[in-house]
């Protein structure tokens, strides 16, 4: 009878022990999980910081493209005058500036 007592506290000690070992692995597995979402979010917001930053590269490319196409259109437009005066000029009999 005694036997049989101390078979089932060891059972019930080692049932406990599992059960705290279970519990204990859980809440590591928890842990794990809560600090591989956090590192997750992190990722996320490092992705979307490196997106921002690359949105406002390609937007500062596009406005220094813009301003060359304007620049190279006012150019146009100022060569396509001085041409017309060289040329205006250079129809002038004794006029040898070109």
Do not use: F, R
Request: aromatic share 2%; charged share 5%.
């Amino acid at each position: 009878m005694t036997m049989m007592m101390m078979m089932m506290i060891m059972m019930m000690m080692m049932m406990m022990m599992m059960m705290m070992m279970m519990m204990m692995m859980m809440m590591m597995m928890m842990m794990m999980m809560m600090m591989m979402m956090m590192m997750m979010m992190m990722m996320m917001m490092m992705m979307m910081m490196m997106m921002m930053t690359t949105m406002l590269l390609l937007l500062m490319v596009l406005m220094m493209i813009i301003m060359l196409m304007m620049l190279m259109m006012i150019v146009m437009k100022e060569k396509k005058k001085i041409m017309m005066i060289y040329s205006k000029a250079s129809d002038q009999p004794g006029n040898l500036s070109v």
